[in-house]
């Protein structure tokens, strides 16, 4: 077959690669099991182990897990003093990336990319992201870094690390889902980019620090930062089918909906409306559920779009009074687990990832020394 004859846009379509850590046909499901019954049944400690190491833990296996991962809670600091310094303005997304790549220089195992070096590095990327956010949010406010508190569970210290103050049961489940949800998502522009670093025999921080890169983007991770921007756009429930109807007569890209590969609906977006819905009851103040209601009604009649994981998470992480800048790096605390579990993968059974591309330029023509140009 031809190249030409198997060019399909944005890859659209090609199976890239192979993989055991997650499938979306059939449902999405982690290592086989359906991420429905991990949002109901496990925790985000569970799922993060499930994605690294192959099976749910046992009680064991999870305590000893999290007692690496304490042990791993603490930043270099350089680090710590690089996120008190940059400047004014700069984005976490950025910042998030620049913190993981330093933490590469002060990696022990550096040069060493077998498979129990990588799982290593992960369990201390994981650890050590929500410090990074921590510490960097807390800078921007002029309060002083608290230290981890690994006992209240992978979701509710994340918490704990931006507020000094432990969550309520509620808010930390709620957390706790939408970190499940987020976890891993099969070959996604991020994950492929983080594969195709490390297919070239690169290391695993590079991988990651790529994958940042590729998630902060608005069609990608940063879309669950546009939500709110496009709900307070709105206005609210009484001008939200104007707007709606207007923003579709413009032909401008609603951020939260519509999918690559689902086009009839994620299942992950139906699971955490509902801790949205009940977020914001909590609050006392629905108008931004009302006016998300309103949208995806319009968008569902007239365009058969549907809302997408980062509808309700954008939602949900407002409603929990966290602000709109943290959104993609919580987005990226979860994902680092399959990222990493992709890393690894790709390690195990490397072939260098380099596709061909389909020529559109000009025909073959002849070069005229500089004289000869006009
Ligand atoms: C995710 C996304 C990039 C997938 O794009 P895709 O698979 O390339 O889909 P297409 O761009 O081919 O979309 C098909 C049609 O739906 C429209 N569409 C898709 N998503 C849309 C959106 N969010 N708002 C308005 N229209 C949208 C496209 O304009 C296109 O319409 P057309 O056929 O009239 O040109 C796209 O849906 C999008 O930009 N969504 C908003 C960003 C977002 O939420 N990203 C997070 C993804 S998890």
């Not at 992960?122 to 960097?136: D, K, M, N, R, V």
């Not at 058969?304 to 980062?310: I, K």
């Amino acid at each position: 077959m031809s190249t030409s004859e198997i060019y399909s846009p944005g890859l659209e379509g090609v199976i890239a690669g192979e993989t055991d850590i997650s499938t979306v046909t059939g449902g999405l499901r982690y290592r086989g099991y359906p991420v429905t019954e991990l949002a109901a049944k496990s925790t985000f400690d569970e799922v993060a182990y499930l994605l690294l190491h192959g099976e749910l833990p046992t009680r064991a296996q999870l305590g000893a897990f999290n007692k690496r991962l304490a042990a791993a809670q603490s930043l270099p600091s350089l680090i710590s003093d690089v996120l008190k310094k940059v400047p004014d303005g700069a984005v976490p997304m950025d910042v998030v990336r620049t913190a993981v790549s330093m933490l590469a220089h002060f990696d022990p195992e550096i040069g060493d990319e077998s498979h129990d070096a990588n799982l290593r590095k992960s369990e201390c990327l994981l650890a050590q992201i929500p410090l990074i956010i921590g510490e960097y949010h807390r800078a921007r406010k002029g309060l002083p870094a608290v230290s981890s508190r690994p006992e209240l569970g992978f979701a509710a210290n994340q918490l704990y690390l931006l507020t000094g103050k432990p969550p309520s049961e509620f808010d930390a489940r709620a957390f706790d889902v939408s970190l499940i949800l987020y976890a891993e998502h099969e070959f996604n522009a991020s994950t492929f980019t983080a594969r195709v670093v490390t297919s070239t025999a690169s290391d695993l921080h590079s991988a990651i620090v790529a994958a940042i890169g590729a998630l902060k983007g608005k069609l990608h991770g940063g879309a669950n930062e546009k939500v709110m921007d496009m709900l307070q756009a709105a206005g609210g429930p009484d001008q939200a089918e104007a707007w709606i109807r207007g923003a579709l007569a413009r032909k401008e890209k609603v951020m939260g909906f519509g999918h690559r590969v689902y086009k009839h609906g994620d299942v992950r977006a139906g699971i955490l409306k509902e801790y949205a819905r009940q977020a914001a009851e909590r609050t006392g103040n629905t108008k931004w559920e009302q006016t998300a209601a309103i949208i995806e009604r319009v968008l569902t009649e007239e365009k058969n779009l549907f809302p997408n994981l980062d509808w309700p998470a954008g939602r949900l992480f407002h409603a929990l009074g966290l602000e709109v800048p943290l959104y993609t790096p919580f987005f990226v605390a979860s994902r680092v687990t399959g990222w990493c579990a992709h890393v690894i993968e790709q390690a195990d059974h490397n072939r260098l990832i380099r596709p061909r591309a389909r020529y559109t330029g000009p025909d073959e023509r002849h070069v005229k020394p500089i004289e000869q140009r006009g």
